[in-house]
């Protein structure tokens, strides 16, 4: 089961890098692509620019489990996982309290822009 889950997730990042996925690419297919066990060092720079749109004006809530998976896939997903901290930082002055904390424990413990958490607090 595990080697058929790679063998998917190797496709989707062909496919994702090899293929002009832009009107496919929704929310809930990025949440699931970033669940996925990724060639990520094959597919974090195409999957960053298709995830910009996206992502734009999504709350913190729906940026948090895209987070939560690229933190489980570190260090290989460590580009990914910077954007969508980076991202996530510029909400959590308005996001809920509980949101908020959600995402600078994600940085923590996944050791992304470790620098800023204190100011973030």
Avoid at 105 to 120: F, H, I, S, T
Wanted: charged residues 25%.
């Amino acid at each position: 089961r595990s080697e058929a889950s790679q063998d998917f997730a190797y496709l989707v990042s062909d496919h994702v890098r090899k293929k002009d996925v832009k009107d496919d690419l929704t929310l809930e297919v990025l949440t699931l692509i970033c669940a996925m066990p990724l060639p990520w060092k094959k597919c974090s720079d195409r999957l960053k620019k298709l995830a910009d749109p996206i992502l734009e004006d999504q709350p913190l809530e729906k940026v948090l489990p895209i987070l939560n998976s690229t933190v489980q896939a570190l260090p290989a997903s460590q580009p990914m996982a910077e954007y969508l901290a980076n991202h996530a930082r510029t909400f959590l002055k308005k996001a809920d309290p509980a949101a908020a904390a959600q995402v600078l424990e994600a940085m923590v413990n996944g050791g992304l822009l470790l620098e800023k958490v204190p100011r973030d607090l």
